[in-house]
């Protein structure tokens, strides 16, 4: 079992929709989440930082993290084709410990 | 734009060529980090500088050299690569701390080996 999963994808959606993106995770020791957006030939860019289980909100942008259920998730609402782009999921336990990366999921938002 | 900057963007080279890849930030971060990512993969960590000494090498072969000059700049020193070795390199800089910082990326050096 790898440490973290997440769905390639792709993921299509029409404009407007409620996106949601998981990753679940077999290693309790993380407290720290992340996620980054990727766009096609550019570097990850850090949408979200979490720490622990909660919820935390960003514009259009919602992380959930369950701990219970090592499940993580990013919400994206009222999407947006400039939404389409690679989603990674990321955590870590400690600022000695490499991140551990989901795989990323595609998504593609139609206008 | 990025706050870390990495040149070149594009970097062809040949298997007997020696070359080096470039990276800078000025947020006063003092981790910097080189991630290799092949097409539809995650990042995978090379290398991890903390306050100028390397801390982490992930068993990268030898002809990828790490050099942290001071605590703004990364380099990457290439030398007798293979074709494997074709993918984007990405630098990476975070706060170094006990609690775990988001790491900040630049755009990558996107290198073909011929």
């Known amino acids: 079992q790898k440490e973290v999963e997440q769905d390639p994808g792709p993921l299509s959606v029409p404009e407007g929709a409620i996106v949601s993106l998981n990753c679940t995770y077999s290693?309790?020791?993380?407290?720290?989440f992340m996620w980054y957006r990727q766009y096609s030939r550019k570097g990850p860019e850090l949408l979200m930082y979490?720490?622990?289980?909660g919820n935390k909100e960003d514009g259009r942008f919602t992380a959930q993290v369950d701990k219970s259920s090592k499940y993580i998730s990013l919400f994206i609402r009222d999407s947006q084709p400039s939404d389409s782009a690679t989603y990674l999921c990321?955590?870590?336990?400690?600022?000695?410990?490499?991140?551990?990366f989901g795989k990323g999921t595609r998504l593609s938002v139609i206008a | 734009d990025t706050e870390v900057t990495q040149t070149p963007k594009h970097l062809v080279m040949g298997m007997t060529n020696k070359k080096s890849l470039k990276c800078e930030q000025h947020?006063?971060?003092?981790?910097m980090y080189w991630y290799k990512q092949k097409a539809k993969k995650p990042p995978e960590l090379m290398f991890v500088?903390?306050?100028?000494?390397?801390?982490i090498n992930e068993s990268v072969p030898s002809r990828f050299s790490p050099e942290c000059p001071n605590s703004s700049l990364l380099n990457l020193h290439l030398h007798a690569l293979q074709p494997e070795d074709s993918a984007l390199y990405l630098c990476?800089?975070?706060?170094?701390?006990?609690?775990?910082?988001?790491?900040?990326f630049g755009d990558g050096t996107r290198l073909s080996i011929l």
């Open positions: 990321a955590m870590t336990n400690s600022g000695n410990t490499p991140l551990v």
């Open positions: 990476a800089s975070s706060q170094d701390s006990e609690v775990p910082q988001p790491q900040h």
């Open positions: 947020m006063g971060h003092r981790a």
């Open positions: 290693n309790s020791a993380f407290q720290y």
């Open positions: 500088y903390s306050y100028e000494k390397l801390s």
């Open positions: 979490t720490y622990s289980s």
